[in-house]
């Protein structure tokens, strides 16, 4: 009777800790995804506090293109609102029409000489491209750790702890339709 007791006792033990650590695994794996998608968000806040410098540069040189900064300048603002609290397809859509407004503003800029040859201009553009390879990484690492949630989620052991744990399926970042690649502009 002892040893049925002494068996028993093991046996709940190893069930609890095999809950623990289920339980710890899934919803460490939900706080890496929480961390990259923020992760995002700072990139592309950084990216739109560069835009205001850019289109300042821009509008000095351009003055008759008030429709391009008026887009950006609302593009902007749906990036901000869009890393507060938007969905991952919200944040995906904002940027989408940052980088077009982007595109826009540096296609103003190219009909300026002078402007290109700006050190402000070149520094500023310089620390856009470097704030691409920010966000392209970015996003990276979010599915990255969104896709090892996911397939925790779909796996056994760890599938039934998901219900549990209050952790579900991520969505991947995916970039809207045409916008796989950053957008470039030749000089």
Known sequence: MLIVLIV???VVVLLVAFFVIGFNKLRTQNVGVDEALG???VQLTRRADLIPNLVN???GYAQHEKGVFE?????RAGVTAAAKDGSVTEKAAAEARLDKAIVNVLAVAEAYPD????ANFMELQKQLADTENQVSFARQFYNDAAA???TSIATIPWMFFAGVTGVSKRDFYDAPEGQETAPTVEF
Request: proline content about 0%; cysteine-free; aromatic content about 0%.
């Open 8 to 10: 028993l006792a093991v």
């Open 39 to 41: 992760g995002i968000d």
């Open 57 to 59: 540069t821009v509008k």
């Open 71 to 75: 887009e950006v300048t609302a593009a």
């Open 115 to 118: 402007l290109k040859a700006s």
């Open 148 to 150: 090892q949630l996911n």
